[in-house]
């Protein structure tokens, strides 16, 4: 079974700062895709960063970047440079190709609040 | 930029109402995803289509059902709705090929039911 886990219910940044959200999964399954995605509080999902297992490098799109460590099972999704409109919800999923059905599986969420 | 469309966007409605909930995508993908969510909670799987004329259940137990009669639309019914069916429910496609695990999910804007 896949597992996410996301253990920082809030968190609060400064605008221009860096933020780290934590993400931790658990899978048995060699071939997984990890996934990051923003909701704000209109409520839709928007998708901002995939790494793949067997990717070599730490995805980046924009000012979004991916955290993988394989060995500890993480993938944390820093964002720099915040801004007022990164305060929203973000969501840690995974999808396996041989469990879960290609599936995404989702984490229970981080609120992110940028303050000035 | 996704092309996925719920509609209506707000829906209050009596006990006992029959409601479709409409999703189109123009993106001609394959595979689409109904969830269900509560308030700062997590996405919840409740309905999936590989392609026309395939539905499954998703992990979480719901009394709605789906249909996929064509590839860009994929409806949820209730056929009588209740209090504890008050949600917002997420739809989403992705363009998800066999034996690969970057299952990039685009998602709706979402519909949010409030059954009285």
């Known amino acids: 079974a896949q597992k996410i886990t996301q253990t920082q219910p809030g968190m609060f940044v400064q605008e221009k700062e860096a933020v780290t959200l934590d993400c931790t999964y658990d899978?048995?399954?060699?071939?997984?895709?990890l996934f990051w995605y923003k909701q704000p509080s209109s409520g839709e999902m928007i998708f901002l960063i995939y790494q793949g297992s067997y990717d070599q490098q730490n995805a980046t799109e924009g000012r979004y970047s991916l955290n993988f460590q394989k060995a500890r099972k993480s993938a944390n999704l820093v964002i720099s440079a915040s801004q007022l409109g990164d305060s929203a919800m973000y969501f840690c999923a995974m999808s396996t190709v041989t469990g879960g059905g290609n599936k995404l599986t989702f984490g229970t969420g981080t609120q992110l609040k940028v303050e000035l | 930029e996704a092309d996925i469309y719920q509609t209506p966007r707000y829906l209050v409605i009596g006990t006992g109402k029959k409601i479709t909930l409409e999703c189109s995508q123009t993106m001609g993908h394959d595979k689409m995803y109904w969830y269900q969510q509560d308030p700062g909670m997590e996405l919840h799987l409740i309905h999936y289509?590989?392609?026309?004329?395939?539905?499954e259940k998703g992990d979480l137990s719901s009394e709605s059902t789906v249909s996929r009669i064509r590839t860009e639309h994929f409806p949820l019914t209730l056929e009588s709705a209740r209090p504890s069916h008050t949600s917002q429910y997420l739809c989403?496609?992705?363009?998800?090929?066999?034996?690969?695990?970057?299952?990039?999910?685009?998602f709706g804007a979402g519909t949010r039911l409030s059954v009285l």
């Open positions: 899978t048995s399954d060699p071939s997984y895709g």
């Open positions: 289509s590989y392609g026309v004329n395939s539905t």
């Open positions: 989403a496609s992705s363009d998800l090929h066999s034996g690969s695990a970057k299952n990039i999910q685009y």
